[in-house]
């Protein structure tokens, strides 16, 4: 009757076995999950795995998009459009649920609505895993237009209009952007009552003001997009929720995808302008037009340019030490007009662009992209 769709990437794997826990004790049995692993390095990507595959009603799911910034939609639809239950359900592996919420949300949920649930934040030092309560009133809750911590809707819904729209990367929008669609597409909204209690684990906020996540500029273009696509309700190319192997990949003749390092190719050649003035911002465009097919452009700078080698690699350095305090590093987005510029790229001129990797955090350095 259910598929449950959840993403991930890089996390602790103790968060995943929280979520999958409480999962394994609900009173709704008619349920499976997809679990999207979308571009976890392959260290955390093997422990996550295994944890799944611990669980009867869980399936795992690789996509390699190492080097590509978080795309919350694209990991949820790889999901979404593989469910061939009557409904579909989309939430988070920070969630921790009270035994009884999936037959709760399933009590409610019918062809012509969407139902929502507001999660409960867990404090930062919260430690009572062994016994969850069962009550939210000692802990705060969302404000309700947070449509993306629990999302369940008709399949044949999602599927009509192609899933979340794959235009939103980083982070925000798509969930709101999706419930917008469906209320145009006539269906109703249901709110899940306070009984129905969703636990958030804490983690640090990434958002666009988290520095070193998003470029500048990047937020900017996802809220316009929004408002310009709002009487659009059927988005993304038909090929929506595609996974992507690793022999696909063409970033990786170029870079070694375990360590993110450039290796040696003659059909790689390193850029060195600043994008800074109307003159080298051409000169980039030029290059990357004139590329030859499957031939890359790449940078692999700390803060580029206009550094020496041995100041690169000192404020590497000095990022990763400050990063270990908790602090934002010393050096982010704001900073790197280079790695802005290749990000706007693949917002405006995506047909260009075969494959890329760009290094995140952006300011240990390496940037690349693939000619079309």
């Given at each position: 009757m259910l598929t449950l769709v959840v993403g991930f990437r890089n996390r602790e794997i103790e968060r995943v076995r929280r979520c999958l826990d409480s999962?394994?004790?609900?009173?709704?049995?008619?349920?499976?999950?997809?679990?999207?692993?979308?571009?976890?390095?392959?260290?955390?990507?093997?422990?996550?795995?295994?944890?799944?595959?611990?669980?009867?009603?869980?399936?795992?799911?690789?996509?390699?998009?190492?080097?590509?910034?978080?795309?919350?939609?694209?990991?949820?639809?790889?999901?979404?459009?593989?469910?061939?239950?009557?409904?579909?359900?989309?939430?988070?592996?920070?969630?921790?649920?009270d035994p009884n919420f999936l037959a709760m949300a399933m009590e409610r949920a019918r062809p012509g609505g969407v139902v929502y649930c507001q999660p409960t934040y867990l404090p930062k030092d919260f430690n009572r895993w062994e016994e969850i309560p069962s009550s939210a009133a000692e802990f705060k809750k969302s404000i309700q237009n947070r449509h993306g911590g629990f999302m369940c809707l008709p399949t044949r819904v999602v599927h009509r209009i192609r899933g979340f729209d794959e235009y939103y990367r980083y982070w925000g929008v798509e969930d709101r952007d999706l419930a917008h669609r469906l209320t145009t597409e006539g269906l109703e909204p249901v709110w899940l009552p306070e009984q129905a209690v969703m636990f958030h684990q804490w983690h640090p906020e990434l958002n666009y003001a988290s520095p070193d996540f998003m470029p500048n500029g990047a937020w900017q273009r996802m809220s316009i997009h929004f408002e310009k696509q709002k009487s659009i309700v059927v988005r993304n190319r038909e090929d929506w929720g595609a996974i992507h192997q690793t022999s696909q990949r063409q970033a990786w003749r170029f870079v070694d995808p375990e360590s993110l390092k450039l290796v040696n190719n003659d059909q790689l050649v390193m850029v060195d302008l600043q994008p800074d003035d109307q003159v080298s911002v051409s000169d980039l465009l030029h290059r990357l037009r004139q590329a030859p097919s499957g031939h890359a452009l790449a940078v692999e700078h700390a803060n580029y340019p206009g550094h020496t080698s041995w100041l690169d690699a000192f404020i590497r350095i000095a990022n990763r030490v400050v990063r270990k305090t908790g602090r934002p590093p010393c050096v982010d987005y704001r900073g790197n007009l280079l790695h802005a510029f290749i990000s706007d790229c693949l917002f405006d001129y995506e047909e260009a662009v075969a494959d890329y990797c760009l290094n995140i955090p952006v300011s240990d350095g390496l940037t690349l992209l693939v000619r079309a």
């Open positions: 999962l394994a004790g609900q009173t709704f049995k008619e349920f499976t999950l997809i679990f999207v692993d979308y571009g976890s390095p392959t260290p955390v990507a093997t422990k996550a795995k295994e944890m799944v595959e611990r669980y009867a009603f869980a399936r795992y799911v690789y996509s390699d998009t190492r080097g590509w910034p978080w795309n919350r939609s694209r990991a949820l639809n790889i999901g979404v459009r593989r469910a061939g239950s009557d409904y579909v359900a989309t939430t988070d592996i920070d969630m921790i649920f």
